[in-house]
Structure formats: structure tokens, C-alpha cells
């Protein structure tokens, strides 16, 4: 710029004429744009970049009334920034639009994480010394500690709203939420406990009403017992299918809870008879996999002739049974009997050959024997509850026989039988094996026992699966559960 005078630079005229020459180069570049007629490129280039911003703005605008409806009410909100054609046009056409968009990237409103206080119990310095018990920080903290609650606690977005809530305050809610906490688990415990009370759900009563109307039997009278896995009920037998349906019966019904039965598993999914179809099966399939498995076991038990309750009926997962007790008096458990020595000792030795028979002509394991599954009744022992019951090949079917081994000879010894076997001997004689026994080593006969078990496993393994067809089953005609309605 040529230097000139300070009297210059104060002219009047000089100003005017300044001015006037501004004046005219915009009017002639204004004039060119309107025009158009110009074809000077770098006009081409301005209009271009005209429509360009306006089309752009047009852009945004449609996004940001996009990115309205997309968050709504909602005090969290999702940006569209991104998407912006991010282009330096002034505002003057933005009114309350501007307002209502938010940049959560930098978002005023987004709430800090409540700050941590160090371990010295205060931040800043003279004055300015923030201590652990300010107001304010606590309260924050005590808002974003709600999330701690259970999850069926509701409490907002308090950060978000920079909520600060007061010692008072927050151990109240704590303590109301514990409390709302334990009386839920009250109410679902009354729950369970009502449908253990009726004793079945709906879809269990459906299927019994089902049978007494179809006549299958003439009266469900009451509960024997609710045990873990099912629940046993009285009934009068109809008829089925033109056959008499037994006077007295049974309905065991297996427990559609579903819980008890995982820890069950191993008995069916290890058990080649079941393996295939094991895997395939939904939970509720699975509990009716037991009610069959029973079925199974108990026709191979009466085959041999060991005294046992007769299946009359399987419908899904309700087994329906021959009564072992008379007049609706079930037959008392062992482990509830009152017998003398003699009666004692025919039971040991009645139950000594039924493990025999079971493991040699049945080819089973009971897997639960105990005096709380065998009855007497009529001068005898009556085996039941073979739901769990495997092969002796099952990976763990000597383990199980071993414990049933335990069980059984420490009853009998318990009540004085003198003839009781101890545990390893009846192991050996009941499976016929010749295992060494040294009464104190109990780890040693079990390793015994295990190895057998690997043993076998690899043998299978070896022979494959075909070794075990399923026509070693027990001969019983294949089964059909009724339609599923
Ligand atoms: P859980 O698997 O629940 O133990 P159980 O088959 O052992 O089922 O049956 C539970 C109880 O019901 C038995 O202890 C017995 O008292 C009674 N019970 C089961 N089956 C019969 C039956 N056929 N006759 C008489 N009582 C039975
Ligand atoms: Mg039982």
C-alpha cells in the first residue's frame, strides 16, 4: 500500500471516493453472477460453489429434522454430525433448528463420571480444598451407585440429569429395594411352593383330567408323595383300550421343573440307550425321556422276575403304575418298616438276589437303591423308582453299583442282619467280579473300579457304537406317546 498523509487519510474526499469504488466493484461482480451472461470461469466457479452451499444446506437441514424424529423425547440422543456435509455457510438461516441440534461429542449437558476423591480424602488446594464429603460430589456418587441395584430396579437416567442424591436418601432406596428384593422372593417362593401344594401344573392336570375322561381311570384320589422328581399320586384304574386298567394304580408324574433334573443328566445322557436322542431333545422332551427310561427298566425287571410295580400306561411324562399296598395304603419303605430278625434277614437276602438278577439278567444298575426305594410289601421286597437306573457299560455304572452296594449293607448292617456283606463283597458278588478287597482301602477298590470302567469305555470305543444295538433292549414294543395336543 503507497504510504500517504495523516491530512489524507482525514479527507472527506478522499473518503468519498473510496467508498464509490467499492460500491462499483460490487455491483459489477453482483451483476455478473445474476447475469450469468458472464462466461468468466471464476464466476462459473462462485455459482457453482453457490448452488453447491445451498444445496448442502438443504442436506443438512433434512438431516437434522431426521436426526429429530430419530431421538424424539429422549434424553439420550443419537448424532447425526457425522453425516453433515461439513461446509462454512453462515447461519442466518438457522433459528431454533440450531437450538434443538446437539453435538454429543462436546454435549453440555452429557453428565462427567462422578469424580474420585484420591485416598488422601480431598482434591485442590487452600481454598479451593474439595473433601470426600462434598455435598455435591457425594451426591453424584451416590446417584451413579444406583446402578449397583438389582436390575429390576428402575432408576433413570440420574446421571444424566445430575442428580445428587443425599446419603438419607440413597440408604433409603437401598433399603427399600432390598427389601421389595426379599418380598419378591417371597411371593416366588409361595408360588413354587403352591404348585407343589396342587402338586403339578396345568398342563400336568390336563392330561390327568384327560384320563378319567377318557375312562383310562375312574378317580385320581391323592398325593402319596412329592419328591424331588416327581410325584406320585393314587388312583382307580378304568379301562384302556378294552383292557382293565389295575384296580389300585399309581401316577408318577415327573416333575416339569426343570431344575432338579440337570443334575441328573448323566444317568440318560451317558446312557447309549438314550445318547442319540438325548441331544436332540428340548428339557421338556428330556423329562419325558425319564418317565420312559422307567418304563424300560421296569419291563426288563419283570421279565426277570423281580418284584416290581407293572406299567399300565405312559403318556408323556406321566408313568401310571400298579399300586404296591392295598385299600390306598401304599406299601411302607424299608427304611419305614418295623420287622423283626427274620423278616430282616429274608429281606437282605431277597434283596441281595434282586441285585443279582438286576445286574446279571437285566443288565441294570439301579443307580438310587437305598431303603427309601424298596417297599414291603406282602412278606417281600419290591423294588421301584428305576427311572435313573443305566447299564453296567454306562462310563459310570460301577461307580453307581458301588454306592448301591454301600447303601444296601450299611442298612442291613445298621438293623442288625449278622449275614450282611460288606460293601466290597457284595460288590463282587453281585457283579461277579473277583476285585481284591482290603477292607480299609476304600480308594483302592474304587481305583479297581474306575479302571474296569476305562476299560470298558475303550472297548466300546473300539467296537463302536453298533456293539450295543438297541435290539438288546428289552423286547417291549416301540413306544408312542400319544400326539402332542
Ligand atoms: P422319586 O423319584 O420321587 O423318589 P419314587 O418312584 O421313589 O419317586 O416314588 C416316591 C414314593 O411314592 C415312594 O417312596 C413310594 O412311597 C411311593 N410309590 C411310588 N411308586 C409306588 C407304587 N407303585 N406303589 C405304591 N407306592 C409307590
Ligand atoms: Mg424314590
Not at 472527506?12 to 445474476?34: F, G
Not at 474439595?130 to 433413570?156: I, S
Not at 419325558?288 to 426288563?300: C, G, I
Request: with cysteine; charged share 30%.
Amino acid at each position: 500500500m503507497p504510504s500517504c498523509s495523516l491530512s489524507d487519510v482525514m479527507s472527506e474526499e478522499l473518503a468519498r471516493q473510496l467508498e464509490e469504488e467499492n460500491k462499483s466493484a460490487c455491483t459489477s461482480s453482483s451483476e455478473d453472477l445474476l447475469s450469468g451472461e458472464e462466461t468468466d470461469t471464476n464466476s462459473d466457479l462462485m455459482l457453482a460453489r453457490l448452488l453447491q452451499m445451498q444445496y448442502d444446506r438443504e442436506c443438512d437441514t433434512q438431516l437434522r429434522r431426521e436426526e429429530r424424529k430419530y431421538n424424539g423425547e429422549s434424553k439420550v440422543s443419537i448424532s447425526f454430525e457425522n453425516y453433515r456435509t461439513a461446509h462454512p455457510y453462515d447461519g442466518s438461516e438457522s433459528s431454533e433448528d440450531e437450538v434443538d441440534w446437539q453435538d454429543t461429542r462436546d454435549d453440555p449437558y452429557k453428565p462427567d463420571k462422578p469424580q474420585v476423591t484420591p485416598r488422601k480424602g480431598f482434591t485442590g488446594k487452600g481454598k479451593n480444598i474439595t473433601t470426600k464429603h462434598d455435598e455435591v460430589l457425594c451426591g453424584r456418587k451416590n446417584t451413579a451407585r444406583m446402578d449397583n441395584f438389582a436390575p429390576e430396579v428402575l432408576v433413570g437416567d440420574g446421571l444424566g440429569m445430575d442428580l445428587k442424591l443425599s446419603n438419607q436418601v440413597f440408604n433409603s432406596l437401598k433399603q427399600h429395594c432390598h427389601s421389595e428384593q426379599r418380598r419378591s422372593a417371597r411371593l416366588h417362593d409361595k408360588k413354587e411352593h403352591s404348585t407343589a401344594e396342587q402338586a403339578v401344573d396345568p398342563r400336568t392336570r390336563l392330561l390327568m383330567y384327560k384320563m378319567v375322561s377318557a375312562g383310562t381311570l375312574e378317580r385320581i384320589n391323592g398325593c402319596i408323595s412329592t419328591g424331588k422328581e416327581s410325584v406320585v399320586f393314587h388312583a382307580n384304574g378304568g379301562m384302556l383300550e378294552e383292557q382293565p386298567v389295575p384296580e389300585e394304580v399309581v401316577l408318577k408324574v415327573f416333575k416339569t421343573t426343570l431344575n432338579e433334573f440337570k443334575n441328573r443328566d448323566r444317568y440318560i445322557k451317558d446312557d447309549y440307550r438314550f445318547k442319540d436322542r438325548f441331544s436332540k431333545l428340548n428339557p421338556r422332551k428330556i423329562i419325558r425321556l425319564w418317565a420312559e427310561k422307567e418304563m424300560h427298566n421296569l419291563a426288563r425287571m419283570k421279565k426277570a422276575g423281580i418284584p416290581c410295580p407293572e406299567v399300565a400306561l405312559l403318556r408323556k411324562h406321566i408313568l401310571v403304575l400298579s399300586f404296591i399296598g392295598k385299600d390306598h395304603v401304599p406299601a411302607p419303605k424299608l427304611k419305614d418298616t418295623m420287622l423283626g430278625a427274620a423278616d430282616m434277614k429274608t429281606a437282605y437276602y431277597q434283596v441281595l438276589q434282586m441285585m443279582q438278577q438286576l445286574y446279571q439278567e437285566c443288565n441294570l444298575v439301579h443307580a438310587d437303591l437305598s431303603e427309601y426305594n424298596m417297599l414291603w410289601h406282602q412278606g417281600q421286597v419290591w423294588l421301584i423308582d428305576v427311572s435313573q437306573s443305566v447299564e453296567p457299560s454306562h462310563p459310570h455304572g460301577l461307580q453307581f453299583l458301588f454306592r448301591d452296594c454301600t447303601n444296601v449293607s450299611t442298612f442291613f448292617q445298621k438293623r442288625g442282619v449278622a449275614e450282611a456283606m460288606s460293601v466290597y463283597e457284595l460288590f463282587n458278588c453281585v457283579t461277579g467280579l473277583d476285585l481284591t478287597i482290603n477292607e480299609e482301602d476304600e480308594a483302592e477298590f474304587l481305583a479297581q473300579i474306575e479302571a474296569l470302567e476305562k476299560r470298558n469305555e475303550d472297548h466300546v470305543q473300539k467296537r463302536g457304537k453298533k456293539t450295543f444295538p438297541l435290539s438288546s433292549w428289552d423286547g417291549s414294543p416301540p413306544l408312542k406317546h400319544a400326539a402332542d395336543d
